[in-house]
């Protein structure tokens, strides 16, 4: 079974439309990042928690929201989705005080 | 000026060769260092990480880190064409709680 899980793996959705992706982990880590990524830009931050109270935004938080329900559960929301935000999105997870961080398969969303 | 930055590519090198990819990074207080593989289409993957000056070799991957000239560097020798991907630099800035990522290069081992 896999460490770090995300649910849907692609979705296509209408802008405007509210879209929630979702991150499961069974490694026991207490810190969670959600990222996207897209063509020569590499992978920027979108939100991080360090545990289930602590919520930071990224580099790029506008128009995206997260929940972290529990320790291994980490959700990503946008609330009216545009164009721009099609992308891959990547959940990943560590320890706390490491940095090696390990990520999941990824979520492939297309706004139209 | 980007935080991280590396050369986006494509290097490309013949089969059995040893592949240089380069990062640098703006923060001269930054303390550790990752190299990530990441397959088209794939989630990135760990290589290597590197806290201090110097070389640090995992088979046929050497990490290299010049904190004094603030790069990173990644050596693959014998590459393979299994080594094709883009490879991604992140770098635990001073004072930031996560990793930053440069824009990744990308590596073609030509057969």
């Known amino acids: 079974d896999a460490d770090v899980t995300q649910t849907p793996r692609n979705r296509i959705t209408k802008t405007g439309k509210r879209i929630m992706l979702e991150c499961s982990q069974t490694?026991?880590?207490?810190?969670m990042y959600w990222y996207r990524q897209d063509p020569g830009l590499g992978l920027r931050l979108i939100y991080y928690?360090?545990?289930?109270?602590?919520?930071n935004k990224g580099e790029i938080s506008d128009g995206y929201s997260v929940s972290r329900q529990a320790q291994a559960k980490f959700s990503l929301s946008l609330e009216s989705a545009i164009p721009n935000q099609t992308a891959l999105y990547f959940c990943?997870?560590?320890?706390?005080?490491?940095?090696?961080?390990?990520f999941g398969p990824g979520t492939r969303l297309t706004v139209l | 000026q980007k935080e991280v930055e590396q050369n986006s590519g494509p290097l490309s090198v013949p089969e059995g060769a040893i592949a240089s990819l380069n990062c640098t990074y703006s923060?001269?207080?930054?303390?550790?260092f990752f190299w990530y593989r990441q397959y088209s289409g794939k989630s990135p993957e760990l290589i290597m990480f590197?806290?201090?000056?110097g070389d640090k070799e995992d088979g046929r991957f050497t990490a290299q880190l010049n904190k004094a000239s603030q790069y990173v560097s990644l050596l693959i020798r014998d590459s393979q064409p299994s080594d094709s991907a883009t490879y991604l630099c992140?770098?635990?800035?001073?004072?930031?709680?996560?990793?930053?990522f440069g824009s990744g290069t990308r590596l073609q081992v030509q057969p």
């Open positions: 990943a997870t560590s320890v706390a005080g490491g940095n090696e961080q390990f």
């Open positions: 490694k026991g880590h207490d810190r």
């Open positions: 928690s360090f545990d289930v109270k602590d919520i």
């Open positions: 923060d001269r207080g930054s303390q550790s």
């Open positions: 590197i806290y201090s000056n």
């Open positions: 992140a770098v635990a800035l001073a004072g930031r709680r996560a990793l930053t």
